[in-house]
């Protein structure tokens, strides 16, 4: 009796442990696919190593966007796992919020493989597909079971009722067909967060992420509204200014009917985003077989699969809101004859040190391409020439050399009473000018030039290149150059004007340090030189004395 009890007793211990009660266990969370977007912002910002003159790069840009989504949830209660298809493939995963969820975020996830040749047959390793094969001398296909047996690095194998066969190395056409599309495989990059609902629902969300592989650029056209030639030295006249934005987007991924921003400036960046933007990969299928294949690169076997067909292209709108650019392999055209009426406007918003552009229409952004949105049009820009020269105190104004030609600047102020008041951000300009209506040749080119950003208020000074009318030499009058710095030492400043009408000469006399007496005109100071604007009547020379003396010492 007392060693059966004992016999009781250990039986009682040993089984205590196994009456213990285990925690919960794990269980895959429920996958729940977001709807597509309701609604999409893109803001684009500028590469900021591109130089204002650089070409736009469409094969590679280095710019970002902002993009963020707006898309409908419906969650269980519990633990869950949301997925977002069809975000960028450039997308930046670290930078990705998602807000409106009921629960927090427990855990982010870029897919890393898109739904390609290799990952269909890796995803169904063991399982079964069809495999079709065609007699090419009677045209008949047959068409039979078979099981994957391995993954696609080199060589597919498959168990058929034939035994174990390699694809592509039976001579005939062959073909393979997958019954379903194996989990977790997508035809566009997907982002997933793991999160948890304590009631379940449905929820507006918004996904908001950095993306790699855009850029954008602003192009400027002007043209003349009145031939300046008869006006006096000085005098203002029209400009027709029109600005348009080319946008490109390398990603995969179109963007349609979004809110566009454009942000203005250089954008100071810090993380090498090219690198956090590791874009997922569609592997190929490449199977080896001697001889129908090369021992050394193997065979191409993407006809193995078939892929679904490309949808059709969308309709032609035949009443657009906007001019859209076409782009070709070699050129872009412009469509849509409402062009006066179609320009938007742009407005804009201070972004820090930045400035951010509203395009009020929304935008398709589309994958792989680049598009023209037409955003200012200005109609009447009060305008100017100025010709500009330098001086130079240690030369000799009686040197025999040629004189130099004098710059031509195209001169306005960024406000409303010239017809602006709007920030411009850097780009392009070409500039036209009219000719004679009885010459029949139309507007002609006069000059390109580039634009900085531009804020509202500021004084615009675009530089047309050398002048052939135009000539100055302006040099100390002693031949042995300025005896002393400390004292008065006289210089003259010669121009001459070849054109039929007078003109405005900027004198740069002398940098910060320096004190200038200049008889009759005011001295101001003008990009950190000492400046004077005189007038030269038309085909005539004019000179002009004034002193400068070293003030530092």
């Known amino acids: 009796m007392r060693l059966s009890a004992y016999r ?12 213990v009660p285990l925690a919960s266990p794990v269980w895959a969370r429920e996958v729940v696919d977001a709807a597509p977007p309701s609604d999409l912002s893109v803001t684009i910002y500028r590469d900021p190593d591109r130089a204002v003159d650089e070409p736009l790069e469409r ?10 989504e707006t898309r409908r949830v419906t969650l269980p209660k519990g633990e869950s796992t949301i997925r977002f298809e069809g975000v960028a493939e450039g997308m930046i995963g670290v930078s990705a919020i998602v807000t409106g969820l009921p629960g927090g975020t427990i855990e982010k996830n870029r897919n890393a493989q898109l739904l390609s040749p290799a990952a269909l047959v890796d995803g169904t390793l063991g399982n079964r597909v069809t495999i079709t ?29 034939q035994g174990f066969e390699a694809v592509r190395c039976s001579g005939l056409p062959e073909k393979l067909t997958f019954a379903r599309v194996p989990p977790g495989l997508s035809a566009s990059p997907v982002f997933s967060l793991d999160t948890s609902s304590p009631e379940g629902g449905a929820y507006d969300v918004t996904l908001t992420y950095l993306a790699w592989g855009f850029d954008w650029q602003a192009n400027y056209v002007g043209t003349l509204l009145d031939q300046p030639a008869g006006k006096s030295a000085g005098e203002e006249f029209p400009l027709h200014l029109l600005s348009w934005l080319t946008l490109v987007n390398d990603n995969g991924q179109s ?35 001697y001889p129908l294949g090369s021992t050394a690169a193997g065979t191409d076997a993407e006809a193995l699969l078939v892929p679904p067909p490309m949808p059709p292209p969308p309709p032609i709108m035949m009443e657009m809101a906007m001019p859209v650019a076409v782009m070709s392999a070699d050129s872009i055209s412009v469509t849509g004859s409402r062009m006066k009426s179609a320009v938007m406007v742009a407005s804009e918003e201070n972004l820090g040190d930045l400035k951010l552009f509203r395009v009020p229409e929304r935008v398709d952004v589309s994958a792989k391409g680049m598009k023209q949105v037409a955003f200012l049009d200005k109609d009447a820009v009060k305008v100017r020439y100025l010709y500009e020269a330098a001086c130079d105190p240690y030369d000799w104004i009686g040197d025999e050399g040629e004189p130099n030609p004098a710059g031509l600047l195209l001169v306005t102020k960024n406000e409303t009473a010239k017809g602006l008041g709007i920030a411009l951000p850097q780009g392009q300009m070409t500039l036209y000018e009219p000719t004679p209506d009885s010459s029949g040749r139309g507007d002609q080119l006069a000059g390109k030039t580039t634009l900085r950003d531009y804020a509202s208020g500021q004084d615009m000074e675009l530089a047309l290149g050398a002048s052939r009318q135009v000539f100055a030499r302006c040099a100390t009058v002693s031949e042995n150059g300025i005896a002393d710095a400390r004292k008065w030492n006289a210089m003259r400043a010669t121009l001459t004007n070849a054109n039929p009408h007078a003109v405005t000469v900027r004198l740069q006399l002398a940098g910060p340090g320096v004190a200038v007496r200049f008889p009759g005109r005011k001295v101001v100071v003008k990009n950190g030189n000492q400046t004077v604007e005189v007038t030269v009547p038309a085909n005539q020379s004019r000179s002009f004395d004034w002193r400068l003396r070293d003030d530092q010492g």
């Open 8 to 19: 009781m007793l250990g039986a009682a211990v040993i089984a205590a442990p196994l009456a």
């Open 59 to 68: 094969d590679y840009p280095r710019g970002l966007a902002m993009i963020s």
């Open 133 to 161: 094969r065609t007699n090419p001398a009677t045209g008949e296909a047959k068409a039979e079971q078979a099981i994957v047996r391995t993954r696609a690095d080199g060589g597919l194998v498959l168990a058929t009722s």
């Open 255 to 289: 963007f349609d009917k979004a809110k566009l921003q454009i942000v203005a400036g250089k954008l100071n960046v810090e993380s090498d985003y090219q690198s956090l933007a590791d874009p997922p990969v569609a592997a190929p299928l490449r199977l080896e077989c």
